[in-house]
């Protein structure tokens, strides 16, 4: 069964002065539902046509299995028709000229397989995905959901072992979505293909994949299960781009308030070799108001608006002219123009280098343990 | 380009080779490439060669000058070029149809823009009655030929200073000046009647963008009326005024069939009657230099019009959501303006139409007396007259003109309508962006090139053979090469259009299910395009079946058309068959555009517009 590797892969589009992907190492599994996560223009989206091959590498290789299917120093370039996936596209991209039970049909009659069995195919399809009543209609006579799935049904009908979605969901209205994706995990499950899936909706990848594979500026950032890359973000980029409402991130530095703080309490940390901490990123939701073990004070803040999700409510804190953002599941008591005290819980506290790379607090545990330092140690530090 | 990757910047010849091999796998696997490079073959011979070729033939030696130039046939020489420009004879080639053209265009540009705009303003912005019915009435003489009103016009003003049967106007005892019945002044009436339904499609397509608020905003300001109109509404028109002057003007200068009947008979030369007759009497470098001149005209006016275009982005419109078209009642002007309106369409269709039609019913002309009406000029037989003794509906030149009609507009307007899908094809696909543009471009480049002066350049170029290419001059091949270069630059906008609308995502889609190229093109690309592609057929169909400059050129007895059939029995002075024809061919205009409006689901104005 076929893993997809990805090896050095680089894309660059003539005209543009920086790459499009650059230098893209990837491998994945079979059965894996790989999310590939990022702001637009990140090249996901490039990523994903790549490995179904609408766009050729401009460095590297992708192999599917044991099969090169692109590569720069092999000379090959196997076209998308002989890949044998399956490619939902954003817009559906459905025939406008067929009906549903055609659309889904060609694919089929393509591969010369007989009526019966086609009919038998595209029948139990439509089934599963519960379209068979729309099976006369004409793409343009289907709401935004019912493409979809004739999308879906399209790929499926013809077995592909890996499957790759292009920001399917999208287009969808919310109650849709919700459906729609607990479709696809269904489909994971019942058809065992591989799924790539690209979008720039955290909420989504996180519900969906089995492992996320963040990239930006066409760079890949971190790939790993969705708990991983949002408890253990490996820099700043994947800290603020995952998490709604966003980390809360302070820098180092001693003209603001809690950038004096920080710098108090972090900055003189010792590290390995030159790097020190320059940043602190605090999940709005690991934000207390009352001390527990290893939390870390982060002062007297005011409580500036509530603002209510349904709920959850996200608060409003302010320092002086910074802010910080809380959000919480229980009721919030205090009201606004109340001045609470406030803790960043010890788990929620991310640390950055200058470079934006994470550092990890056992690093610095270890190495506090080794070199205890003097007076204002910070209280996340226990000896 | 730059790999971005360390490994590769290195730029071994290795990897120089690696990626020219890659770059090969990936090409053969999609036939775009090899599309493209033919198409751009195609069209460079096709267009590119026909336009240089003639641009050459200003500077060297002609056949046949060879002994009076006293230099090798072929050899640089600026002679035409002198004679042209500066010469005894330069006012007589070519200042005075300089002069000619350009009146009768400047003519023509201000009425047609006065009863355009006027019309267009009452149609769009005024509560006239039955505006609907007008918005596609008024439209009506752009779809019919020009010289349908050229030759109504003769039938009704013709005196004795030509030969042939007299006007209706000296039968019926007035005696119609010459400045009446022939030159400038008619010109400029007929195509500003031909002409004034363009400025009404363009002026009043802007003026239903123009949001009514921005005028509302004014009035509140406590602008009058007046001063709305001047610093608001005119300002905001002036990109679609200018455009649509300029192309008016450029179609003039482009016009042959007018001035060829209207002209003509008296010696009002225009530049294309001039370069005619170069063609005519065998002056190849005349008319080289002639052709060169009417393209340089059209390439420089249609220069002014996108820098202007480009200028007039500035005045684009924003937000026009709150359009909605406020209408302002006639008043006491109800009657003038309805009238007006009513006049110009009397005036533009239903009088020529007329006339045509009673031309070929009347035995003498304006002769309104029972015994003078027969249906013997359609379908009589054995009549008395010296030639053409059948009614024209008996003749068989008429039959077989028609059939060439279908076959070689047919033929051409096809392979246009297919040609330009392809463009589009390869414009949109093509990972070459210089491949497209370059295709883009050329496949333009007719449309500044007057159909007349193409019509030389043509046949300066395949008259004679070439390489393996026979002699075409004669043969219905020239012809259609002509017409297909002729109407490449529609086909291809409204294919690249398409093609633009179509995206890429449904052939891809087909490409992952495993379709390859020629199944993807024919049962995803063609068939989604299948109403582009007939109107992309059928508009050039309808314009070829009007045009006239390119088969006056091109076209022998053997290879006649409707057009240049009817035009053979107007100089052989045989009125009442060929306003019989032309009356025809304008009722097969209407009748296409008609046919074509029900099948795009556009509206009539819509239509024509693109």
């Known amino acids: ?383 | 380009m730059v790999m971005i990757d360390g490994r590769m910047t290195r730029g071994d010849a290795g990897s120089r080779f690696q990626r020219l091999r890659h770059q090969l796998a990936v090409a053969r696997r999609d036939p775009v490439i090899a599309i493209g490079l033919v198409l751009a073959l195609l069209f460079a011979l096709l267009i590119l060669a026909p336009v240089i070729s003639i641009l050459v033939n200003v500077a060297i030696v002609q056949i046949g000058d060879a002994a009076r130039m006293r230099a090798p046939e072929g050899a640089f020489t600026l002679y035409y070029l002198t004679r042209a420009f500066a010469s005894r004879m330069s006012a007589i080639l070519l200042w005075q149809p300089l002069l000619n053209t350009a009146s009768v265009a400047a003519g023509a540009i201000v009425l047609s823009m006065s009863i355009g705009g006027m019309l267009a303003w009452l149609i769009n912005r005024t509560e006239l009655p039955g505006r609907g019915w007008f918005a596609t009435a008024l439209i009506i003489p752009f779809m019919l030929p020009t010289w349908t009103l050229a030759l109504a016009w003769t039938t009704i003003f013709k005196n004795r200073t030509v030969g042939g049967q007299p006007g209706w106007m000296e039968n019926l005892g007035f005696a119609t000046p010459d400045w009446l019945a022939y030159g400038r002044l008619p010109m400029i009436i007929i195509l500003s009647l031909h002409y004034a339904p363009f400025v009404i499609l363009i002026l009043g397509s802007a003026l239903q963008r123009l949001d009514a608020q921005l005028e509302d905003s004014a009035r509140i300001l406590g602008a009058s009326r007046r001063r709305v109109a001047f610093q608001i509404v005119l300002p905001l028109m002036r990109p679609a005024l200018l455009s649509s002057g300029l192309l008016i003007f450029a179609d003039c200068i482009g016009e042959f069939a007018v001035p060829y009947v209207l002209g003509l008979p008296v010696g009002f030369d225009t530049l294309s009657t001039s370069l005619y007759r170069a063609i005519s009497t065998r002056q190849s470098g005349m008319a080289a230099v002639m052709a060169a001149v009417i393209m340089a005209i059209g390439v420089l006016t249609l220069y002014i019009d996108t820098r202007m275009m480009r200028e007039a982005r500035r005045f684009a419109i924003v937000g026009g959501k709150g359009a909605m078209n406020r209408r302002r009642p006639l008043g006491r002007w109800f009657i003038p303006a309805t009238g007006f309106a009513v006049a110009f369409f009397v005036i533009g269709v239903v009088v020529p139409l007329l006339t045509l039609f009673l031309s070929t019913i009347m035995r003498v002309p304006g002769r309104f007396t029972p015994e003078n009406f027969t249906f013997d000029y359609w379908i009589g037989s054995n009549l008395d007259t010296v030639a053409l003794r059948n009614g024209i509906l008996l003749t068989p030149e008429f039959w077989s003109a028609g059939l060439n009609t279908l076959v070689i507009i047919g033929a051409a307007s096809l392979a246009s309508g297919v040609l330009g899908l392809l463009v589009g094809y390869v414009v949109i696909r093509s990972p070459f962006a210089a491949l497209g543009a370059f295709l883009r471009q050329i496949t333009f480049m007719p449309y500044l090139v007057p159909g007349i002066a193409f019509a030389a350049a043509t046949l300066t170029l395949f008259a004679v053979p070439r390489g393996p290419i026979p002699a075409l001059y004669g043969t219905s091949i020239i012809l259609i090469l002509a017409l297909i270069a002729d109407q490449m630059p529609f086909a291809s906008r409204s294919g690249i259009a398409a093609m633009a609308q179509l995206g890429k995502e449904p052939e891809e889609a087909a490409r992952v299910a495993g379709a390859g190229w020629w199944r993807r093109m024919t049962s995803i690309v063609m068939p989604i395009q299948k109403r582009a592609l007939a109107s992309a057929i059928l508009l050039p169909f309808i314009s070829g079946i009007k045009g006239v400059s390119l088969f006056i050129i091109l076209a022998v007895p053997a290879t006649d058309v409707l057009t240049t059939y009817s035009l053979r029995l107007v100089d052989y002075n045989y009125t009442q068959a060929a306003n019989a024809v032309v009356l025809m061919i304008a009722l097969l205009a209407l009748a296409g555009t008609i046919l074509i409006n029900r099948l795009t689901g556009k509206g009539i104005a819509k239509g024509l517009e693109s």
Not at chain 1, 186 to 191: G, P, S, T, V
Not at chain 1, 217 to 237: C, E, K, M, T
């Open chain 1, 1 to 383: 069964m076929p893993d997809i590797t990805l090896t050095n892969v680089t894309k660059n589009y003539a005209g543009h002065g920086h790459a499009a992907v650059s230098d893209l190492n990837l491998t994945i599994a079979h059965g894996e539902f790989m999310c590939l996560l990022g702001p637009s223009g990140c090249g996901k989206t490039t990523t994903l046509r790549m490995i179904a091959g609408l766009e050729h590498l401009s460095g590297g290789e992708i192999a599917i299995g044991e099969r090169v299917v692109d590569s720069l120093s092999a000379g090959t370039f196997l076209p998308p028709e002989q890949r044998r996936l399956g490619l939902v596209f954003q817009s559906y991209a459905l025939w406008p000229h067929m009906t549903v039970e055609r659309n889904i049909d060609f694919g089929l009659r393509l591969r010369k397989i007989p009526e019966a069995e086609r009919r038998a195919k595209v029948n139990d399809v439509m089934e599963k995905l519960r379209i068979r009543d729309y099976a006369a209609r004409y793409p343009s006579q289907l709401s935004g959901g019912q493409q979809q799935r004739v999308a879906l049904a399209r790929m499926l009908a013809v077995n592909p072992e890996i499957l790759l979605l292009d920001e399917p969901l999208s287009n969808l209205d919310a109650t849709l979505r919700l459906e729609m994706r607990a479709e696809l995990r269904r489909l994971h499950e019942e058809f065992r293909t591989t799924i790539v899936f690209v979008t720039h909706d955290q909420w989504e990848a996180m519900t969906l994949a089995t492992t996320i594979a963040v990239m930006n500026g066409g760079r890949l950032q971190q790939v790993g299960a969705p708990d991983d890359i949002y408890s253990r973000p490996v820099n700043r980029f994947v800290a603020e781009f995952i998490g709604n409402p966003p980390i809360n991130m302070i820098s180092l530095d001693a003209q603001s308030v809690l950038g004096g703080l920080a710098a108090r309490l972090f900055g003189k940390l010792p590290l390995g070799g030159t790097s020190k901490v320059a940043s602190v990123g605090i999940r709005p939701e690991e934000i207390a108001f009352s001390a527990t073990v290893g939390a870390v004070p982060l002062g007297t803040l005011k409580l500036e608006s509530i603002m209510p999700t349904g709920g959850s409510w996200i608060l409003e804190l302010s320092l002086g002219a910074e802010r910080l953002f809380h959000a919480t599941h229980t009721r919030p008591t205090a009201r606004p123009g109340d001045v609470v005290d406030c803790f960043a819980k010890a788990e929620g506290l991310h640390l950055f280098d200058a470079d934006g790379q994470r550092i990890e607090l056992t690093e610095i545990r270890a190495q506090n343990a080794a070199q205890p330092i003097g007076q204002g140690r910070p209280a996340l530090l226990p000896a």
